[in-house]
């Protein structure tokens, strides 16, 4: 059916999905298809003195047992996502460890048999020596004096600071009336997808390239990884990321896995499969978040911001893969949607014991909302504002619009929000939410066991970051339309919403549009599926390849149908005359006749194809606000969340549907961070909380119905007015929960400063308020 932009037209691709017809990594077969599996060190810091594989090899069906030593090629073979800047230290990393491991589940060797459990059977015949060594696991131990070192050759265990100031932060806490200060921490947590990694190599595919289907968001950057590391040209190289059951982030870098196992299968001259265990996923596959922050904020008596500064560190694990993206992105959404005059955010990067820390949804926002967000509600209490009113107070006025913060994105341009109306926006927040009556029954319950907090957040998102993307489209003579898009997807919607974007153009209902993406081969380059990206720059990238392919299709057909081109409508998948319907040419014909067009051949393009590209100056800007009443037993100790509101901005949507499925999956992800995530190391480096069992996922009866408004301030950084979603729900439902829990218990003067807010924290926090008053934070 006819879809055009902006309808809320069902996905196209969950009817396939949910019938079972989806095609993972897990389900390619290949002939003389072989298994992998991997020998994970124990220890968070150990030499590897010896690999004793001889009970292994003589298992039934086992292949072969690989180390370091078959497998020179893997040395230093993972680039960082992100090329790290001069100020920060430079690193390499192996595909499989060599002398030395740098955290628990470092793979130390690679098992390969006829089968998956021969090769995990054979993984555990393995028997490796390690001279265990000392380990920094935290930051603290990191950074104490004599720390045992990541790196040998650094001279410490900073990978190098993040800064960025506006104004002149002690002359703005000078101006202040009142100031709060916080130590604030945010927790290692997981972005835990329901389907783990996994990776098929085939050496010698029959077009002849080294072929490998990986579960990833970055194929191309895969592309290059492998091509490198084997000494291969990149042309030499197939990267397909084929249906991908989710990713997060998580998916958005280059492992060792993605090396190493094309590297094996090269070795054997043998189609290779590794499929992640839930297990080693938690070993082994990027957490985020990790910040300590050390923060103050000032207010004039009336609410007005003076200055906010926030010192911190954060924990990049092993391997810092980003470099200092997360943090900058911290720093940079640190002042959200409100004037801030003077600012100054100070980070360390820091490398521990542990496995590495990349992105996870949010990628440093939502540690920006928390710091931001809880200081805002701790100064309304102070000055003794209603938190709502001193956040109205603070918000940027559209008659300020654009509005330069003063600070410079990571793309190196200077960040100028797109106009918006925040107050419009954040008081359409609070009328569906309806805050006044939560107020109202706040007081109520004041006595009660069951005391009712009420939180909010607000913040801004930099989405749709470049360089490009491209499109490649092309109208076959059946009359199908084919779009080859550099990215791939992992649940967006990209054949849904990319398709309305095309048929729109193209005068042809979504269904006659076959999307394929996630394959290197069919475009160029593509930049990835991530920081919220795919709409603003992939889709301008596809309305500027279809409209120049409709251009095409209006020149063919005023030749056959003897008007002008600007008298041709292109609609329900014919061409035809403005006011004569009946005079009309199929798509399919178009397609066969412009092969010979005598106008196209002048232009020297026949054909109804066209590629191109857009690259965007910088990053839209998305606005957004979330509130929430919440429950506290003081009894227990356990929130409830009671109700959800939120709204954003997502500029013009390119199918509702697909944007409140968004916000909705990024609320939930934030709500179990708030109430149940963290990934728990002890001092050793051995992860506590390596299991479903132990890690806390948001449940369904922690969820309550989500009410989602989405807004439309069309961005001014494309012609189509796009403004990214992807990661925007996540950023405050952490910061809005903690506040509205504190909201609940500050009469009883409780804190709390770090999450996730389980029952037992929230009881210490209770027992310590009422036998140490004023030392009650959690």
Same mark, same amino acid.
């Given at each position: 059916?006819?879809?055009?932009?902006?309808?809320?037209?069902?996905?196209?691709?969950?009817?396939?999905?949910?019938?079972?017809?989806?095609?993972?990594?897990?389900?390619?077969?290949?002939?003389?298809?072989?298994?992998?599996?991997?020998?994970?060190?124990?220890?968070?810091?150990?030499? /590897?003195?010896?690999?004793?594989?001889?009970?292994?090899?003589?298992?039934?069906?086992?292949?072969?047992?690989?180390?370091?030593?078959?497998?020179?090629?893997?040395?230093?073979?993972?680039?960082?996502?992100?090329?790290?800047?001069?100020?920060?230290?430079?690193?390499?990393?192996?595909?499989?460890?060599?002398?030395?491991?740098?955290?628990?589940?470092?793979?130390?060797?690679?098992?390969?048999?006829?089968?998956?459990?021969?090769?995990?059977?054979?993984?555990?015949?393995? /028997?490796?020596?390690?001279?265990?060594?000392?380990?920094?696991?935290?930051?603290?131990?990191?950074?104490?004096?004599?720390?045992?070192?990541?790196?040998?050759?650094?001279?410490?265990?900073?990978?190098?600071?993040?800064?960025?100031?506006?104004?002149?932060?002690?002359?703005?806490?000078?101006?202040?009336?009142?100031?709060?200060?916080?130590?604030?921490?945010?927790?290692?947590?997981?972005?835990?997808?329901?389907?783990?990694?996994?990776?098929?190599?085939?050496?010698?595919?029959?077009?002849?390239?080294?072929?490998?289907?990986?579960?990833?968001?970055?194929?191309?950057?895969?592309?290059?990884?492998?091509?490198?590391?084997?000494?291969?040209? =990149?042309?030499?190289?197939?990267?397909?990321?084929?249906?991908?059951?989710?990713?997060?982030?998580?998916?958005?870098?280059?492992?060792?896995?993605? /090396?190493?196992?094309?590297?094996?299968?090269?070795?054997?001259?043998?189609?290779?499969?590794?499929? =992640?265990?839930?297990?080693?996923?938690?070993?082994?596959?990027?957490?985020?978040?990790?910040?300590?922050?050390?923060?103050?904020?000032?207010?004039?008596?009336?609410?007005?911001?003076?200055?906010?500064?926030?010192?911190?560190?954060?924990?990049?694990?092993?391997?810092?893969?980003?470099?200092?993206?997360?943090?900058?992105?911290?720093?940079?959404?640190?002042?959200?949607?409100?004037?801030?005059?003077?600012?100054?955010?100070?980070?360390?990067?820091?490398?521990?014991?542990?496995?590495?820390?990349?992105?996870?949804?949010?990628?440093?926002?939502?540690?920006?909302?928390?710091?931001?967000?809880?200081?805002?509600?701790?100064?309304?209490?102070?000055?003794?504002?209603?938190?709502?009113?001193?956040?109205?107070?603070?918000?940027?006025?559209?008659?300020?619009?654009?509005?330069?913060?003063?600070?410079?994105?990571?793309?190196?341009?200077?960040?100028?929000?797109?106009?918006?109306?925040?107050?419009?926006?954040?008081?359409?927040?609070?009328?569906?939410?309806?805050?006044?009556?939560?107020?109202?029954?706040?007081?109520?319950?004041?006595?009660?066991?069951?005391?009712?907090?009420?939180?909010?957040?607000?913040?801004?998102?930099?989405?749709?970051?470049?360089?490009?993307?491209?499109?490649?489209?092309?109208?076959?003579?059946?009359?199908?339309?084919?779009?080859?898009?550099?990215?791939?997807?992992?649940?967006?919607?990209?054949?849904?919403?990319?398709?309305?974007?095309?048929?729109?153009?193209?005068?042809?209902?979504?269904?006659?549009?076959?999307?394929?993406?996630?394959?290197?081969?069919?475009?160029?380059?593509?930049?990835?599926?991530?920081?919220?990206?795919?709409?603003? /720059?992939?889709?301008?990238?596809?309305?500027?390849?279809?409209?120049?392919?409709?251009?095409?299709?209006?020149?063919?057909?005023?030749?056959?149908?003897?008007?002008?081109?600007?008298?041709?409508?292109?609609?329900?998948?014919?061409?035809?005359?403005?006011?004569?319907?009946?005079?009309?040419?199929?798509?399919?014909?178009?397609?066969?006749?412009?092969?010979?067009?005598?106008?196209?051949?002048?232009?020297?393009?026949?054909?109804?194809?066209?590629?191109?590209?857009?690259?965007?100056?910088?990053?839209?800007?998305?606005?957004?606000?979330?509130?929430?009443?919440?429950?506290?037993?003081?009894?227990?100790?356990?929130?409830?969340?009671?109700?959800?509101?939120?709204?954003?901005?997502?500029?013009?949507?390119?199918?509702?549907?697909?944007?409140?499925?968004?916000?909705?999956?990024?609320?939930?992800?934030?709500?179990?961070?708030?109430?149940?995530?963290?990934?728990?190391?002890?001092?050793?480096?051995?992860?506590?909380?390596?299991?479903?069992?132990?890690?806390?996922?948001?449940?369904?009866?922690?969820?309550?119905?989500?009410?989602?408004?989405?807004?439309?301030?069309?961005?001014?950084?494309?012609?189509?007015?796009?403004?990214?979603?992807?990661?925007?729900?996540?950023?405050?439902?952490?910061?809005?929960?903690?506040?509205?829990?504190?909201?609940?218990?500050?009469?009883?003067?409780?804190?709390?400063?770090?999450?996730?807010?389980?029952?037992?924290?929230?009881?210490?926090?209770?027992?310590?308020?009422?036998?140490?008053?004023?030392?009650?934070?959690?």
């Amino acid at each position: 059916m006819a879809a055009p932009i902006g309808l809320p037209v069902k996905r196209r691709e969950d009817r396939r999905l949910l019938t079972g017809r989806g095609r993972f990594v897990d389900d390619v077969r290949l002939p003389d298809l072989v298994h992998a599996a991997i020998v994970r060190s124990p220890h968070a810091h150990a030499r /590897v003195l010896a690999v004793q594989a001889r009970r292994a090899r003589a298992l039934p069906g086992v292949v072969a047992v690989l180390t370091i030593a078959d497998l020179p090629e893997c040395v230093a073979a993972v680039p960082p996502l992100v090329a790290s800047p001069r100020f920060l230290r430079a690193y390499t990393r192996p595909a499989i460890a060599g002398p030395k491991v740098r955290h628990a589940g470092e793979a130390v060797a690679v098992v390969v048999a006829d089968d998956a459990y021969g090769a995990a059977d054979a993984a555990d015949a393995v /028997v490796v020596e390690y001279a265990v060594l000392p380990a920094a696991a935290t930051v603290e131990a990191a950074l104490a004096p004599g720390a045992a070192r990541v790196f040998d050759e650094w001279p410490d265990n900073i990978a190098g600071p993040s800064t960025a100031a506006v104004g002149d932060v002690t002359h703005g806490f000078a101006q202040a009336h009142a100031i709060v200060e916080a130590a604030l921490n945010v927790p290692r947590v997981a972005a835990m997808p329901i389907e783990p990694r996994g990776i098929v190599a085939q050496p010698d595919a029959p077009d002849g390239r080294l072929t490998v289907w990986t579960s990833t968001q970055v194929p191309f950057a895969v592309r290059a990884a492998i091509a490198a590391a084997l000494g291969l040209a =990149e042309e030499q190289v197939r990267v397909i990321a084929p249906d991908v059951g989710g990713g997060f982030g998580a998916k958005g870098h280059v492992y060792p896995e993605d /090396v190493l196992i094309p590297a094996v299968a090269r070795r054997l001259g043998r189609s290779v499969k590794w499929i =992640e265990m839930r297990r080693e996923h938690f070993l082994a596959t990027a957490a985020d978040r990790d910040q300590r922050h050390q923060a103050r904020l000032g207010v004039t008596k009336d609410g007005t911001i003076t200055a906010i500064e926030t010192t911190f560190t954060r924990d990049g694990g092993a391997y810092p893969v980003l470099g200092d993206v997360i943090t900058l992105n911290t720093i940079n959404h640190l002042p959200g949607p409100y004037r801030v005059a003077h600012l100054r955010g100070t980070a360390l990067n820091v490398v521990t014991h542990k496995s590495f820390t990349a992105a996870y949804r949010g990628a440093g926002r939502p540690e920006g909302a928390y710091v931001l967000d809880r200081l805002l509600d701790r100064a309304a209490r102070v000055v003794r504002l209603d938190p709502a009113e001193l956040r109205r107070r603070n918000l940027i006025r559209p008659d300020e619009m654009p509005f330069a913060t003063g600070l410079r994105y990571r793309d190196g341009v200077p960040i100028v929000y797109d106009p918006a109306d925040y107050r419009a926006a954040f008081d359409r927040l609070l009328d569906r939410f309806e805050y006044g009556e939560w107020r109202i029954a706040q007081q109520a319950r004041h006595a009660s066991t069951t005391p009712i907090g009420i939180g909010l957040s607000a913040y801004l998102e930099g989405t749709g970051i470049g360089p490009f993307e491209g499109a490649d489209v092309r109208i076959d003579p059946s009359g199908m339309v084919y779009l080859q898009i550099g990215v791939s997807s992992q649940g967006q919607a990209h054949e849904t919403t990319l398709a309305q974007v095309c048929a729109a153009e193209l005068g042809v209902d979504t269904d006659r549009v076959v999307v394929v993406g996630g394959d290197t081969a069919v475009l160029g380059y593509g930049n990835g599926t991530i920081a919220s990206r795919v709409a603003a /720059v992939a889709g301008p990238a596809v309305q500027r390849t279809s409209r120049e392919v409709a251009r095409k299709a209006r020149l063919v057909a005023a030749e056959l149908l003897e008007c002008a081109p600007a008298d041709v409508v292109l609609a329900r998948g014919v061409a035809h005359v403005t006011g004569l319907a009946e005079r009309q040419v199929e798509l399919g014909a178009l397609a066969r006749a412009s092969l010979r067009s005598p106008t196209l051949l002048r232009e020297g393009t026949p054909g109804l194809h066209a590629c191109a590209f857009f690259r965007p100056e910088t990053v839209t800007w998305a606005f957004g606000a979330h509130a929430c009443a919440v429950e506290v037993d003081v009894e227990t100790g356990s929130p409830r969340l009671l109700r959800y509101a939120a709204v954003h901005d997502c500029g013009r949507p390119l199918n509702p549907m697909v944007v409140e499925g968004q916000l909705h999956g990024g609320i939930v992800q934030g709500i179990g961070a708030a109430l149940a995530e963290e990934l728990i190391y002890d001092g050793a480096g051995q992860l506590l909380t390596g299991s479903l069992m132990e890690y806390g996922v948001p449940r369904a009866d922690q969820v309550p119905s989500l009410e989602v408004i989405a807004l439309d301030f069309p961005s001014t950084r494309n012609e189509m007015g796009i403004k990214g979603v992807g990661e925007s729900g996540i950023i405050s439902p952490v910061p809005a929960i903690a506040n509205a829990v504190e909201d609940a218990l500050a009469d009883r003067g409780a804190e709390v400063s770090r999450v996730p807010l389980t029952a037992a924290s929230v009881w210490e926090a209770l027992r310590r308020a009422s036998t140490h008053p004023g030392h009650s934070r959690v």
